[in-house]
């Protein structure tokens, strides 16, 4: 069984910063693509930010300069790093990684139960 857990998600006031885990664990034999999806309320999941296993990055334009993501394949993370945040951003941040697991032929798409952002003006 495989499982996603997010932390760090919580309030803070626009301009300020929040940084995401997702760690995951399980029978994982290899990490692909681990990203970042949010939802807003009334509004469809969106890509927010995705890194390869080979280390390349990609970002929805509305984070661009702002939110950093980055992986610890030891560790099976990802993170998200959010500064000058403002109210737009508010919504569930959802992890999903793309993981080949013990007695799976190819890879599989995992989820996280989401962790809030609520930024404030």
Sequence with gaps: QVQLVES???SVQ???SLRLSC???GRILDLKDMGWYRQAPGKQREL???TTSGGSAN???SVKGRFTISRDNT???VYLQMDS???EDTAVYYCNAQLVVAGIIGRMS???KGTLVTVSS
């Design 110 to 112: 995992y989820w996280g």
């Design 75 to 77: 560790l099976n993370t």
């Design 23 to 25: 760690a995951a664990s």
């Design 14 to 16: 626009a301009g300020g």
């Design 48 to 50: 927010v930010a995705i």
């Design 85 to 87: 945040l403002k109210p």
């Design 8 to 10: 760090g998600g919580g």
């Design 59 to 61: 970002y929805a334009d």
